[in-house]
């Protein structure tokens, strides 16, 4: 039986709680000075986001679709595959998700901020940001890495798998597009993952922290949306 509208938002809160939390502790704890897993590196990262992305859909999915993602919500109602009710308590469930996610990250490596003096670094394990600042650039990359995100999650609903699978697929996409094509953004390829965060950033009183990055904060947001969208235009007009 499928659940109430309330009870799927409350589910899309768990998850992308449970994304954002071992997602951006990742990066913390890459990034980070004094972590035992200081400099591991982009694999790690990718790695960790994927496993994150699985861990999340497993710990929602009994409750409802498993988004975890405004740009995932906005591109399924945008085909009929999520009804419009749904979109605002959805989106909304995600941020607070994302938000408290982040949260606990802070709570997790609280003496590793004071350690830590890099501005950018404390920045990069909430919100992502460019690795050379170009809008368009950026822009394009946040579209493309959705695209390729909601096309595969879509193109899912096509094939035939073992049930309970599909979380474990869903984390190989997002690691490949993180190894793939992440080194440009930092692949938010998700509003909620990077604004959520970003406003903790932001309210937090994080030690050394610096400014929050407000004036690229909308590429990360608008980018995936339209990824997302023009995603599901694609998939609905194939055979």
Partial sequence: MEHSIMVQAFGELVGTFMLVLLGDGVVAGVSLAKTKANGAG????????????????????????????????????????TPWAAVIPFIIAQMIGAFLG????????????????????????????????SPFANLMSELIGTFVLVFGLLALTRGELTAGLNPIIVGVIITAIGLSLGGTTGYAINPARDL????????????????????????????????????????????
Avoid: C, E
């Avoid at 004036?215 to 055979?239: K, Q, T």
């Fill in 42 to 81: 982009w694999i790690a990262i990718t790695l960790g986001w994927g496993f994150a992305v699985t861990l999340g859909v497993y710990t929602s999915a009994f409750m409802g679709p498993a988004h975890l993602n405004p740009a995932v919500t906005i591109a399924f109602a945008m085909i009929g595959k």
């Fill in 102 to 133: 982040a949260v606990f990250v802070w709570i997790q490596y609280y003496p590793h901020w004071q350690a830590t003096k890099d501005q950018a670094a404390i920045l990069g394990s909430f919100a992502t940001g460019p690795a050379i600042r």
């Fill in 196 to 239: 959520g965060p970003r406003l903790a950033h932001a309210f937090l009183p994080i030690a050394n922290k610096g400014g929050s990055d407000w004036s690229y904060s909308w590429i990360p947001v608008v980018g995936p949306i339209l990824g997302g969208i023009l995603a599901a235009l694609f998939f609905v007009v194939l055979p």
